[in-house]
């Protein structure tokens, strides 16, 4: 993963290095900790400059700093991972195949193929001399950030960047939409003195709707967010990208809503295991959840393995069993994604490297905590519960019981009794549960540091909430267990598994139930049609930010192009029952996999969001409502830091 940045004057008026913003600067090389290189590109019959700024996290073959340039003076940043698609050898570093591939393309149509045939997360910015053009883009599902910013002013800067900082003044930062790819023609545009924007849309390599169609929708999306003066245009030729996952299955199955061998109504409220099983007596079901379970299992093989892995420089040897760190984590909350997620990446990260299980907590307000355990304590025993700074909490929890805490929120309690499944499942395994307990003070502390720059531009108080908790919970700043003692922890791993994507796919939020009582089924595929639609924009450019500015990077198994198009090509009715209780039907083809993993109690489990599950949600205010404007996000301004 990097932290990628492309600035553009078309004008020589400024130094080009002016609009390099230091704090944007420091971000960058958070996120690409292990090389940070600039390069500044002009042509000297023009007046267009840009300076290409690379920040390396090297997660993959040899180190290779960016932004590279070859002898044809093309320029190449990326920030990516090519798990299919193009092949990259074990001792290859994709940023320099896919520099490769990009010198051998000698048309906008073979660009297009080149990005067509990728899966895997990516943004680039790519400077092909040549044509004096700069290319740039995101990924179908939008999930590695780049950012950009329009001067209002003639003579000023158009900046790229993975990472931002907020500024209450000047000219705002925008998500790049994940519509498709970006051509500048900067030798018109150094011409003309003004911006024009050119888009290669997506589109399904199958679909009806005519070219035109699609282009039209596509521009009034991304034009709608620009500013006046930028132009956007599309591709003469009307070429498209080639979307790499087939549309969403509309058909309604007439089994819908049946459990094998029972009657609905006797099962419509038993929430059990037995219940999952039922279903898996039914051939054709155990049959889906099987072809389930192999695309899933090659989405977290790919994840896990591409990934360089220490050993000594000189002997070529692996560290010993005993001093083996662990190079990939899960957020983990115990439930239903991210079991499944890391009793798949067991199958095959080395056994003699642990795993890491990221946990998060925030301590529980006294309102809170009276409520929920003065049937439970005496009140002298409440009293200290609620109180007790993180030290205290530390030395309680490495008594017996551990039962008595300031952080022992409801995530704490499902991830506990989920790590208890997974060293069932496999108790030779170090699973290391790391405890990760944020205070208020720490938790206002950090937003205002350098969290509410990462979730910019995002800005609700559902972006604060969730971008906070994925915050601490990747650092993997907490406490592990070592022979009933917890001890200070920091997790070592460069990759971060999270489960986003499942209930997006899988019907998994309230959302979805509230739809399908109003709507049926065909509201209810809208609604799941519309998730994938807007996830790019919704969650995961804030996500990538937040995970890598403590220089690891994020990877999403449930977005894998396989995984999805799977999915996609079932009936809704196939992959979540909504007529069943909370517990059982929404998900229901990941809580069938997971029955046959072997997972107990954790299979039933509800959905509970990171904000609700971690506590977070309402610990500053209980009036807010998840789509307001968070006010603790606008607080702060680069200029009073």
């Avoid at 994020?554 to 909504?578: G, H």
Wanted: proline share 4%; net charge negative; aromatic share 8%.
């Amino acid at each position: 993963m990097c932290g990628i940045c492309c600035i553009v004057t078309l004008c020589s008026q400024h130094a080009i290095h002016d609009f390099l913003n230091e704090d944007i600067l420091c971000r960058l090389k958070r996120r690409g900790p292990d090389s940070s290189q600039q390069l500044i590109k002009t042509a000297s019959d023009l007046s267009y400059k840009c300076l290409f700024s690379g920040h390396v996290l090297h997660l993959r073959g040899l180190m290779t700093p960016q932004p590279l340039e070859d002898a044809n003076n093309n320029i190449f940043l990326w920030n990516g991972e090519i798990f299919d698609g193009v092949h990259v050898g074990d001792l290859e570093n994709d940023t320099e195949v896919m520099f490769h591939h990009l010198a051998l393309c000698s048309s906008e149509a073979d660009i297009l193929s080149l990005f067509s045939s990728l899966r895997g997360p990516w943004s680039f910015i790519y400077y092909q001399a040549s044509r004096h053009s700069l290319w740039f883009g995101r990924d179908y599902f939008g999930r590695r950030s780049l950012l950009w910013q329009f001067s209002n002013e003639v003579g000023s800067a158009f900046c790229l960047s993975s990472v931002s900082v907020y500024s209450k003044a000047g000219n705002q930062w925008q998500e790049v939409p994940a519509s498709g790819i970006f051509k500048i023609d900067l030798k018109a545009c150094a011409t003309t003195q003004s911006l024009s924007l050119t888009l290669f849309p997506w589109k399904y390599s199958c679909t009806e709707k005519a070219v035109e169609e699609i282009f039209i929708n596509v521009l009034d999306q991304v034009s709608e967010d620009l500013p006046n003066h930028i132009t956007l245009v599309m591709n003469e030729s009307k070429l498209c990208l080639r979307a790499p996952i087939i549309p969403l299955n509309k058909t309604i199955s007439e089994a819908s809503g049946e459990c094998p061998g029972t009657n609905i109504s006797n099962v419509i409220h038993v929430v059990s295991v037995e219940t999952l099983q039922r279903y898996l007596a039914e051939e054709h079901k155990k049959k889906l959840v099987h072809q389930f379970i192999d695309v899933l299992n090659e989405a977290v093989k790919r994840r896990v393995l591409s990934l360089f892995r220490d050993e000594d420089q000189e002997t070529r040897e692996v560290p010993s069993m005993s001093n083996r760190k662990a190079h990939v984590a899960v957020l983990f909350s115990g439930g239903i994604d991210s079991m499944v997620i890391a009793v798949l990446a067991d199958k095959h990260v080395p056994l003699g490297e642990p795993i890491d299980l990221l946990n998060v907590a925030f301590m529980i307000k006294e309102q809170a905590k009276q409520k929920g355990t003065a049937k439970k304590h005496t009140n002298r025993e409440v009293q200290l519960d609620l109180h007790c700074p993180q030290e205290s909490c530390k030395d309680l929890d490495a008594k017996a019981g551990a039962h008595l805490s300031c952080f022992d929120v409801p995530d704490r309690i499902t991830g506990r009794a989920g790590l208890k499944e997974l060293e069932a499942i496999n108790p030779s395994r170090t699973w290391n549960f790391v405890e990760i307990n944020v205070t208020l003070e720490e938790l206002k502390k950090m937003r205002q540091q350098c969290i509410h720059h990462l979730i910019y531009p995002l800005d609700t108080v559902l972006d604060d909430s969730i971008g906070c908790a994925i915050w601490f919970a990747s650092r993997g700043e907490g406490f592990i267990s070592n022979q009933g003692e917890l001890k200070p922890y920091k997790s070592p791993a460069k990759v971060v598994l999270t489960g986003i994507g499942a209930d997006e796919q899988l019907a998994g939020y309230s959302r979805h139930r509230v739809c399908f009582k109003k709507y049926g089924l065909e509201g209810l595929k809208k609604e799941l049609e519309m998730e994938l639609d807007r996830i790019s924009s919704r969650n995961l450019g804030r996500d990538d930010r937040i995970i890598g500015d403590h220089g690891k990077e994020a990877r999403f198994p449930f977005l894998d192009e396989d995984v999805v198009s799977f999915l996609n090509s079932l009936p809704v009715s196939e992959k979540a029952d909504l007529t069943l209780p909370r517990g059982i039907g929404e998900k229901l083809i990941l809580r069938l996999a997971a029955k046959e993993f072997g997972l107990t109690t954790s299979t039933i489990l509800p959905k509970r969001a990171v904000q609700f599950g971690s506590r977070i949600a309402k610990l500053e205010s209980n009036s807010e409502k998840a789509s307001d404007t968070c006010s603790r996000l606008k607080l702060f301004s680069v200029d009073e830091l």
